[in-house]
């Protein structure tokens, strides 16, 4: 090392750099990856966007038959993401030692693997990220409130997934990075996706494996490209420390009003949290990831990950102008010629996305931070069609709702297949929790008491009959509803009880057909509709007792009664 500063004196380096250059890397790696056992010296760390640009077009594709990175005729990045397009939530996998063994909510959601499995899924990952021609570091912030911020470091080996994490983190001038991290990172993800984990690990069944080891602060990934496996692992790591400091993590998107009311939008994918978080008339905070202190709520992320099928100006105008130069689309189909999206284009996934910066989005908060939320939806998307556009809740009903976390989706596109399939995750988000439900499901309605919040169930589902014979709920009566909400025009209408729910459904609402109100009104055959309803309230039941030994006896009380 006195040599290396000597031999760099000579050729007139000043002092100062020649110490930073001979102390802080081994070998020319940075220490802190040297320690993650990093070797590859063509690290290209903190990247501008046209620089990710260049190097995606210049990379080819590792999976066969996966497309070439490129670019579309807004100027977004567009990227895919082989084989996996999207989550493998089976092959998530959490070290269990003597942090986590008696304090993980361990089952299906949450499996263990040991410490020297881990080990070798970690080592195969870094192995590859050593044999690459060139690997990618992006350093950035999970969290808007400094005084709960995680400092992240990702390591990957594709410019999009760099990109991409670059999009989703807080972002920062690399001079405030290089002093923030000079001593490392709070969490760094590993991300190996490229590479299949062929001889497989014990404790992993798949070639994939997403392993996070809370006791060294590392999530590692191989076998999937799939980008949003960083976003929802840090969305995990987040939901983990959170709440050990007071602190509720939230699977909502959120906004607020001129006058700073906030409110939190809840919904699992396809209800429309990141489409209605977008309003044209609040500034939006975040479209998926919160937590909530004593202060209010601030965002987790520093961009947006959209759904991007069937996407139209007309019906999402914020969401479909935020795709330019510096978006991603991933696994989209372009026109050869003009470069355009066809965005009903569903032949290589129907879960084609998009991630932007937050500040993408016209009058988007910065810093993403609000207030005490004085509204909260729940988001469903009920292709039953029996559930209605909109309910008042009371406080143990929210709870309810809250841990069944209920949506529905279609069984498949096969022919005569037309069968909705009930959707149920506890807090709306139950493959990301690492503690058990009724933890915050706990601390919400401790701070909903507190801070005196409304709460509404929101169905953006099916009304007429359930899917394949009624129709998807208009966007715009949706709208119309959740300004109607947020102009305090529901609070003095006149209600009634909704049949087997018993929730309080307005018998009024300005810019809304009244007749649409009440789900029972639109379907030609009532004694289908009974049925359909019985049918779900049952689905209902049957689910929630998985939480009842733990839940009060009003909470109980607050679900359907078949």
Wanted: a positive charge; hydrophobic letters at 35%.
């Amino acid at each position: 090392e006195y040599m290396g500063i000597l031999r760099l004196i000579k050729k007139g380096e000043m002092l100062s750099r020649c110490l930073r250059k001979a102390f802080s890397t081994q070998s020319g790696v940075p220490k802190d990856l040297a320690a993650l056992g990093i070797r590859n010296k063509q690290i290209f760390r903190n990247l501008g966007v046209p620089q990710l640009y260049e190097k995606a077009l210049q990379q080819k594709a590792v999976e066969f038959n996966t497309p070439h990175d490129t670019i579309s005729s807004t100027g977004a990045l567009c990227a895919y993401s082989g084989l996996k397009t999207g989550r493998s939530p089976k092959d998530k996998r959490i070290v269990k030692d003597e942090k986590t063994a008696n304090d993980i909510w361990w089952g299906d959601i949450n499996i263990p693997i040991e410490p020297s499995s881990y080990k070798l899924v970690e080592e195969r990952v870094v192995d590859y990220l050593n044999a690459r021609d060139q690997i990618f570091v992006v350093d950035g912030y999970a969290g808007w409130d400094p005084k709960y911020r995680l400092k992240v470091t990702v390591v990957c080996a594709r410019p999009y997934h760099a990109l991409f994490m670059k999009n989703m983190l807080i972002r920062a001038p690399n001079d405030q990075l290089e002093r923030d991290f000079a001593n490392g990172a709070d969490f760094y993800v590993l991300n190996g996706g490229e590479f299949t984990n062929s001889a497989l690990v014990p404790g992993a069944n798949s070639k994939t494996c997403i392993a996070v080891n809370f006791s060294q602060n590392r999530l590692a990934i191989l076998g999937s490209q799939y980008a949003g496996e960083m976003k929802k692992g840090i969305f995990g790591v987040m939901h983990y420390l959170m709440p050990k400091k007071g602190v509720l993590s939230l699977h909502a998107s959120a906004n607020e009003g001129k006058n700073g009311d906030v409110t939190l939008l809840f919904g699992l994918s396809g209800t429309g949290k990141t489409t209605l978080s977008a309003d044209p008339h609040r500034a939006l905070i975040g479209d998926d990831e919160h937590c909530w202190t004593e202060e209010g709520v601030f965002n987790i992320e520093g961009g947006c990950y959209a759904k991007a099928v069937n996407l139209t100006r007309e019906k999402e105008p914020e969401i479909y102008d935020a795709i330019r130069f510096g978006s991603i689309l991933e696994n989209v189909i372009l026109d050869p010629n003009t470069r355009a999206v066809d965005f009903t284009n569903i032949s290589i996934t129907e879960n084609t996305r998009v991630t932007y910066p937050l500040e993408f989005i016209p009058g988007a908060k910065d810093p993403a931070i609000g207030g005490h939320p004085k509204n909260i939806f729940f988001l469903t998307c009920d292709a039953f069609g029996v559930l209605p556009p909109v309910a008042h809740l009371t406080s143990a009903e929210a709870m309810y709702h809250f841990i069944s976390g209920y949506t529905a989706k279609v069984a498949g596109t096969e022919i005569g297949i037309k069968e909705p399939v009930a959707t149920f995750s506890a807090c709306f988000g139950e493959v990301f929790l690492p503690l058990h439900p009724t933890l915050y499901a706990e601390m919400l309605a401790e701070k909903m008491k507190k801070h005196k919040c409304s709460a509404w169930l929101i169905n953006t589902g099916w009304s007429g009959g359930k899917y394949g014979v009624g129709q998807r709920m208009s966007l715009k009566y949706t709208r119309a509803i959740i300004d109607a909400i947020h102009d305090g025009k529901l609070q003095n209408v006149e209600y009634s009880k909704m049949d087997v729910f018993g929730i309080d459904i307005p018998k009024s609402c300005p810019g809304v057909p009244s007749e649409i109100l009440n789900p029972r009104n639109t379907w030609q055959n009532k004694d289908d509709y009974d049925k359909t309803l019985r049918h779900l309230a049952g689905l209902f039941t049957k689910n929630f007792q998985k939480y009842a030994d733990k839940a009060s006896a009003d909470i109980k009380n607050a679900g359907p009664k078949v």
